[in-house]
């Protein structure tokens, strides 16, 4: 009955078989039904039957190939190259290759126009963050150049990355300075921006910045810092040599700073030079050794001098 096309009385029969107890009667008989639904032009019952003889046997071409003609035929062309990708794999000759590559081609064409006709949906989207910090949290905030459309715009949270999609297309992503939670993380679409709340794997820990590539920035030392700061050296000595005359007040601390650095040694320099200019000016020493090591811009960052406070502290308040 399957082969005079007989479909109604073909997919009766094999699902009785696809009740055996033997695995090789049930693959057969999920491949030749959803053959008949796939001639029948039942293509999501197809499906259905490929995949779940894909299931018992995953290594099956035939399976695979009519799975990415039914998906074809239902216009998930995506889905339909992805099959075909794996099918590829699971070719056994020359003859299964020719006719999956006449089908993998047609599938790219399709593929192709979606995703154009997806970007010029898309248009301009920009994206531009703020955000601030407590104990426990980062508070992060995605303003969006255009109203979102929230049944397109969709969400992930990964472990040091947050991302967001229109559809299937990624447009906008922010690779994170440090690890977060991110089963704990929310995020909330509004009409044209997004909300996030972020918790932080490591509790108290103070994050210098959002983003990696802004850690990175600021996070130069040691690795970049003779090189940066042989080219700071060479300034500030030739503007010191310029500087010969007797200040008094503020004039005159700055003069002797000048007067120590001038007449001191590369190490003593860099020393100097990294510790007032990581700490923001609240700390400046002459030891290499000590200063080589330390953060002043994250965990060794000293107390903000009285009266003033640090800006990320201001405005956790």
Not at 130 to 155: A, E, H, P
Request: net charge neutral; proline share 1%.
């Amino acid at each position: 009955s399957y082969i005079t096309n007989h479909y109604d009385n073909a997919i009766s029969h094999f699902t009785k078989l696809s009740e055996s107890e033997k695995s090789t009667d049930k693959v057969l008989a999920f491949l030749y039904r959803g053959t008949c639904h796939l001639e029948g032009g039942n293509y999501q019952l197809a499906c259905e039957d490929f995949e779940a003889g894909l299931k018992l046997n995953n290594n099956s071409f035939e399976l695979k190939y009519k799975l990415g003609l039914s998906f074809f035929k239902l216009g998930k062309f995506e889905e339909a190259d992805m099959v075909f990708r794996a099918a590829l794999i699971s070719s056994n000759n020359s003859e299964e290759r020719e006719k999956l590559l006449l089908w993998q081609n047609k599938t790219k064409i399709e593929v192709v126009s979606i995703r154009e006709i997806k970007t010029k949906k898309i248009g301009n989207i920009r994206f531009s963050s703020n955000w601030f910090q407590t104990d426990d949290n980062l508070i992060v905030t995605l303003d969006s150049s255009v109203v979102l459309n929230k049944s397109v715009i969709s969400i992930k949270i990964e472990k040091r990355c947050i991302n967001v999609f229109y559809e299937d297309i990624k447009i906008h992503e922010v690779v994170l300075s440090n690890a977060i939670d991110e089963s704990a993380s929310t995020s909330k679409i509004l009409t044209q921006k997004i909300e996030f709340k972020l918790v932080k794997d490591v509790k108290g820990f103070n994050w210098i910045t959002l983003d990696e590539k802004s850690k990175s920035e600021v996070q130069r030392y040691p690795t970049s810092m003779k090189k940066d700061f042989n080219k700071i050296n060479s300034e500030l000595e030739d503007e010191f040599k310029k500087d010969k005359v007797d200040p008094s007040g503020n004039d005159a601390m700055m003069h002797l700073f000048k007067e120590i650095y001038s007449n001191s040694n590369e190490e003593t320099k860099r020393a100097m030079m990294k510790s007032y200019a990581t700490s923001g000016g609240t700390v400046l020493s002459t030891n290499w050794n000590e200063v080589e090591q330390k953060d002043y811009a994250g965990k060794d960052r000293p107390e903000a001098p009285q009266g003033q406070a640090w800006a990320d502290e201001v405005n956790k308040k």
